[in-house]
């Protein structure tokens, strides 16, 4: 069951790259990240709300937000700057850099989970799955050759880093999220996973509503710092909830593991390379499109191996 949740979680979160891609096209990256947030938190705070002034309407749902104190909050809290961090690194890079570059690399971070997952939590991976890490990782120095096609040098372009760092901060928030879902017998802090998903989002929203009116809004008519409305910032919002949802159902079923599921869920590089391909006509796809089949078959041996 999570193995599924896992793949329909990839599936919009390609989807989410996709539009943010095309938000940022020719806006600046604080206010569609600030508008994302907004957006979430939105689509959530009714769930908070209800959940709280009529409890019994949600009490038997998956979107019920049980009400926790302030040692829960501040877990929560972290996981927001944390995931924020991650964000705004990864918006920076996606502006600057083709999908079909930015995919590809994305899709190699649940190796930073595995190893971060080894370590913590003790998991410990099948040769079919060992394959398909290794396959991971061959992809990615793939991706640098067919980066320098289009004069993109791995080791000295600052977008590249950014996306890197991105990963790095989501392998970190993808671990983090296991402690907090995980049962208190698995030595997790067994939050509700609405409890998570939903206060996160109010929380980011805060923390970019104050980055947006300090950094960007005096700013706001300096070149490179414009903002047109578009009508697929609402989408990145609503396909990264839906996402993420299935996600955190995903690791809070029982023997869900996190390097797999994170594994898993990288394989929004299908969609959004796609996209990539068809609808911004990216360049040398047919180079990158080997380096996606290793990618690709990577997922496949990890999947053989969580039978």
């Known amino acids: ?10 599936v919009l ?3 989410y790259d996709v539009f943010k891609k095309q938000s940022l096209k020719a806006n600046a990256v604080m206010p569609v990240l600030f508008l994302n947030t907004l957006f979430a938190t939105c689509i959530f705070l009714p769930f908070i ?3 709280a002034y009529s409890p019994a309407a ?7 937000v049980p009400q926790v104190d302030w040692h829960v909050h501040k877990y929560i809290l972290l ?3 944390i995931v924020l961090s991650s964000w705004a690194l990864g918006y920076i890079g996606i502006k600057h850099l083709p ?7 994305n899709a190699t971070r649940p190796v930073l989970v595995l190893v971060g997952a080894m370590v913590i ?3 410990r991976l099948n040769l079919y799955q060992w394959i398909g890490v290794v396959l991971a990782i061959v992809s990615f120095f793939l991706l640098k050759r067919s980066g320098k096609k289009e004069g993109i040098d791995f080791w000295h372009n600052r977008w590249i880093v950014c996306i890197v760092l991105a990963a790095m901060m989501g392998a970190v928030s993808g671990l983090y999220d296991k402690f907090l879902l995980a049962p208190t017998s698995a030595g997790g802090l067994g939050i509700d996973k609405m409890v998570v998903q939903s206060w996160f989002n109010v929380y980011q929203m805060v923390m970019m509503g104050v980055v947006v009116l300090l950094v960007w809004w005096p700013h706001r008519h300096e070149a490179g710092q414009a903002f047109t409305w578009s009508w697929c910032i609402p989408f990145i919002a609503i396909f990264l909830a839906a996402a993420d949802f299935l996600y955190y159902y995903a690791l809070s079923q029982d023997g869900a593991m996190v390097s797999i599921v994170s594994m898993v869920r990288r394989g929004s590089v299908v969609v959004s390379f796609l996209c990539g391909a068809l609808v911004f006509n990216e360049k040398n796809v047919k180079s990158k ?4 089949a290793l990618v690709l078959l990577g997922m496949y041996f990890l999947y053989l191996g969580s039978r």
């Open 58 to 64: 949600l009490s038997d749902t998956h979107f019920c």
């Open 13 to 15: 979160l390609g989807f």
């Open 121 to 123: 939590y003790g998991e």
């Open 99 to 105: 999908l079909t570059i930015v995919g590809p690399i």
């Open 1 to 10: 069951m999570w193995l599924t949740l896992a793949f329909c979680s990839a």
């Open 79 to 81: 996981k927001a700057l």
């Open 289 to 292: 499109a080997i380096d996606l």
């Open 49 to 51: 709300l209800v959940s």
